[in-house]
């Protein structure tokens, strides 16, 4: 039984919060589940020592809420200063840019993310396509034939995207490489892409004062975590604990 200053924690408890911890196994899941409980039972402790309304606290919202509260009240929180935002940006000016443009064509072999024997099917396709196109096959006739994108009906040409128009795993893939056929099809929850960048158009600068009021949330934000961080410590470590091991939690607070 876990214990946190002679208060339990039911174990029908920890089952229940297991399911919002996925791992890779069900002593991890557990472990994660229990320590979110602790953590959260310190933190009630402490705010009603304050005199903090924590009757509610149960529901997520009212958690939300007087956490909120006893960090306003507990953590002497420090706030970015301006010489340490210019220093930031100064530091970093290759973050601060405008989203590069391409302009590309690309050809879709749809597969479903959930049928492995289409996806190998739609795979094994595009590694044939790829090597018609890199012996001089025509991209605009393959598109047509064989795109599941209404692209096909332009030559494959997705016109100009920036960042965010796309998902993700394809993002990554086509704002890293550079102008041509890119020498593997890319993968993403639609299928199999063939891309060609016909043109990259680099990012433009940003000066400091349009990147000025991200750079200090950033920078607050952060100094909030590490000081909610060593504040959750020092609570632990003035607590009664029974029945868990912080020292086992893989925690980023433990580290």
């Known amino acids: 039984m876990i214990k946190v ?38 933190l009630r402790q402490r705010a009603s020592h304050l005199g903090i309304d924590v009757a509610d606290s149960h529901e997520q919202a009212g958690q939300n809420d007087f956490i909120e509260q006893l960090m306003a009240q507990d953590i002497d929180l420090p706030y970015a200063s301006d010489e340490e935002c210019h220093h930031y940006f100064d530091k ?4 601060f840019s405008t989203s590069p443009l391409l302009e590309l064509r ?9 049928d492995e024997v ?7 396709l595009a590694d044939s396509l790829l090597l018609k196109l890199r012996g001089g096959a025509d991209f605009a006739e393959l598109a ?41 099809a890319i993968e993403s929850r639609y299928g199999f892409h063939l891309v060609y960048i016909d043109r990259k158009i680099a990012g433009k600068p940003l000066d400091y004062p349009q990147v000025e ?12 975590a590490k000081a909610t961080a060593h504040y959750i410590q020092s609570l632990i470590q003035e607590t009664r604990l029974e029945g868990f091991d912080f020292s086992l939690s893989d925690s980023p607070l433990m580290q």
């Open 92 to 95: 970093n000016r290759q973050r």
């Open 106 to 114: 690309h050809i879709l072999l749809a597969a479903d993310p959930q």
């Open 144 to 184: 047509k034939q064989y795109s599941a994108c209404p692209s096909k009906n332009t030559a494959g040409s997705l016109g100009q995207i920036s960042a965010g128009q796309t998902v993700p795993e394809f993002e990554r893939q086509v704002f890293a490489a550079e102008p041509g056929l890119l020498p593997a």
């Open 118 to 124: 289409q996806r190998a099917d739609s795979q094994t």
């Open 5 to 42: 200053n002679d208060v339990a924690i039911a174990e029908s408890a920890i089952h229940e919060e297991m399911q919002y911890h996925p791992a890779d196994s069900q002593r991890q899941a557990m472990l994660k589940a229990a320590e979110t409980l602790v953590i959260g039972e310190i």
């Open 213 to 224: 009021a991200r750079i200090r949330q950033y920078l607050n934000e952060r100094v909030k």
